[in-house]
């Protein structure tokens, strides 16, 4: 009895309601220890995503005015912005600057998996391996906040390695809740966090890892999760390409926690992104 319980503890399971249902089809990726489920530094995840984040915002109205008027107080410029560049544009101007920065290209289509709903697919180009290819975005959760009903028939809660949820739904109760966090987390002009994953035109590309698939026999995992910390250094004006926020009011110098999605080998155009749901640490 012992023994079975240590063994359920080293569970790390990522997605509860798939677990409860799957008992039987579970797959495992084992690590050696919660500071080992790292596949690339840190810092190279967070370098990569400025290096996109900084390229999203040099094309954004914002910046160029913020530019001109470095000194002045700053107008809510983002309104304007919405008015003026459609959304699907905003979009697919991303990912432009995503190919152009990364050398490829994410969206959800349908899945290679038959019955197995949206999945994400490499439409333009190569990922390398060890690149972040997606992030799971959504609102995070403390494992003391009340998340019982939004996870109800959710297949979409993800559970950190330390016990934080990430719900990434983008329907229903779970969108309403982001939403308004989202908005309670505004700093005058700039967004803390991006909203626009919960539509169909998100205007950070990468902002899809929660339509990811479990791997299967047929298709091996090509990608893994990794979790980490937004530094509260992290410059402001980019926040709004975070697609996480918390529930709970945050104090200032918390740091935001980011899962990524990183490439476990070279994935070519066309093939679909597969992680493992299932986490083992010895
Ligand atoms: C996080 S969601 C992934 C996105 C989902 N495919 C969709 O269209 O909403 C997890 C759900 O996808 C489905 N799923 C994921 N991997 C699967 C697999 N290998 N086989 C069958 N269904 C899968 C299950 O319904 C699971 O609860």
């Known amino acids: 009895m012992k023994s079975l319980r240590k063994w359920w503890r080293q569970y790390r399971y990522r997605f509860v309601p798939w677990l409860a249902l799957n008992l039987r089809n579970r797959s495992v990726r084992a690590v050696d220890g919660s500071t080992d489920d790292k596949l690339i530094p840190d810092n190279d995840v967070l370098v990569s995503l400025e290096t996109l984040f900084k390229a999203l915002f040099d094309v954004h109205p914002q910046s160029q005015y913020l530019r001109e008027h ?3 107080p700053v107008p809510d410029v983002s309104l304007k912005e919405h008015q003026a560049a459609p959304v699907d544009m905003i979009h697919k101007r991303s990912l ?6 990364s050398g490829f290209c994410i969206e959800r289509k349908p899945s290679k998996i038959p019955g197995c709903g949206t999945g994400v697919i ?5 990922v390398p391996k060890h690149a972040i290819v997606a992030m799971y975005p959504g609102l995070i959760y403390y494992p003391y906040d009340p998340v019982l009903l939004q996870s109800v028939g959710n297949p979409f809660i993800f559970r950190c390695v330390d016990g934080l949820f990430i719900d990434g739904n983008d329907k229903g109760l779970s969108k309403f809740l982001y939403r308004s966090c989202a908005g309670r987390d505004r700093l ?3 967004d803390l966090c991006d909203k626009t994953w919960l539509t169909v035109y998100p205007k950070n590309p990468l902002a899809v890892g929660q339509y990811v698939n479990n791997h299967n026999k047929d298709f091996p995992a090509n990608v893994c999760y990794q979790e980490c910390n937004l530094p ?3 410059a402001l004006h980019l926040r709004q390409y975070v697609p996480n926020v918390f529930y709970r009011t945050p104090d200032m110098l918390q740091c935001v926690r980011m899962v990524a999605l990183v490439s476990l080998r070279e994935i070519a155009q066309g093939e679909e992104l597969f992680s493992s749901y299932f986490t083992m640490i010895h």
């Open 70 to 72: 470095m000194k002045k």
């Open 96 to 101: 432009c600057l995503m190919r152009q920065i």
């Open 122 to 126: 490499v439409t333009k180009g190569t």
């Open 188 to 190: 005058g002009p700039f």
């Open 232 to 234: 509260t250094e992290f």
